[in-house]
């Protein structure tokens, strides 16, 4: 297979709530993108927009975020994205309970890999601050517990192709509190039930853009998932298409350090491995 570049997590809508689906799933807008992607060296591109923005989430979960955003018809943004030539993906959230249900939405549609993720701890967001788990104090240790832990029930429900942005947990750096353990101590059980459950985990760059101002997954669960021959995806969750393939030599810094030379590519829900390019101007 030829060296590849993917950037499979992109949005072609931004999140805040008035942005209508007719000025952003448009070929004017999927060209932006397109260029970028050639100005980045990027083949490959997938869109993957949050599922709870479609009226056909409110059967998986019935929270009242997911209620005001739910405005977009499913199936027709799978028709535009592939009638747009895009590889079509979907983010959608793990909702505990709602595992059937989401199976069923997901299976019903043509998409080549569906990146699951979890951004909420029970009812509140850990990436939101309309939602924020953090309001009112809160116990680090025991929101990245239980992150991590909804983190691996999202890997072990085989219902996805792909990890979204595996340490969101941490989004806010210090502008919330740090657990006192390890955070190896939180990732070792979620990294093996990944490995169980053979998903694959996204290396993204948006982390770099957020007041972390890191990547995901930090360097350490990265090496324990390369270490554990979990495969990875590469993505840059661009909400904008200059965000498209940000920061990728970050990444693939990353990648190189943790042994690991090939990324998937998805299509109609099958997994292959492609061997990542050479980086330029690393020397030697
Ligand atoms: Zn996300
Ligand atoms: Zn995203």
Request: aromatic share 10%; hydrophobic share 40%.
């Amino acid at each position: 297979m030829e060296p590849v570049l993917t950037d499979y997590h992109l949005h072609l809508r931004p999140d805040e709530p008035d942005t209508t689906p007719e000025r952003y799933f448009t070929a004017e807008n999927v060209e932006r993108y397109r260029e970028a992607a050639a100005a980045a060296g990027i083949d490959e591109l997938g869109v993957s927009e949050h599922v709870y923005r479609f009226t056909q989430a409110l059967a998986l979960w019935d929270h009242p975020f997911w209620r005001e955003q739910a405005v977009d018809d499913l199936d027709a943004y799978c028709e535009f994205v592939q009638g747009a030539g895009l590889r079509l993906g979907v983010e959608c959230d793990f909702v505990p309970g709602a595992e059937e249900a989401t199976a069923e939405l997901l299976a019903a549609r043509p998409f080549d890999y569906v990146v699951g993720a979890v951004h909420f701890v029970g009812e509140r967001a850990v990436d939101h601050e309309g939602w924020d788990v953090w309001e009112g104090g809160g116990d680090a240790d025991e929101v990245w517990r239980r992150y991590f832990e909804a983190l691996a029930d999202c890997a072990r429900s085989g219902l996805f192709d792909i990890l979204a942005h595996p340490d969101l947990v941490k989004v806010w750096g210090r502008g919330r509190p740090l657990p006192e353990r390890d955070p190896r101590h939180y990732y070792e059980p979620a990294v093996a039930a990944i490995a169980e459950s053979g998903v694959a985990v996204e290396v993204s760059t948006a982390g770099l853009r957020k007041p972390v101002g890191e990547l995901y997954p930090a360097p350490e669960f990265a090496a324990m998932c390369a270490e554990a021959d979990v495969p990875f995806a590469l993505s840059s969750d661009a909400h904008l298409p200059e965000q498209v393939g940000y920061v990728y030599e970050r990444a693939l810094e990353l990648l190189e350090e943790i042994g690991v030379g090939e990324i998937c590519v998805f299509e109609g829900r099958r997994r292959a491995l492609a061997p990542l390019p050479a980086r330029v101007g690393k020397g030697s």
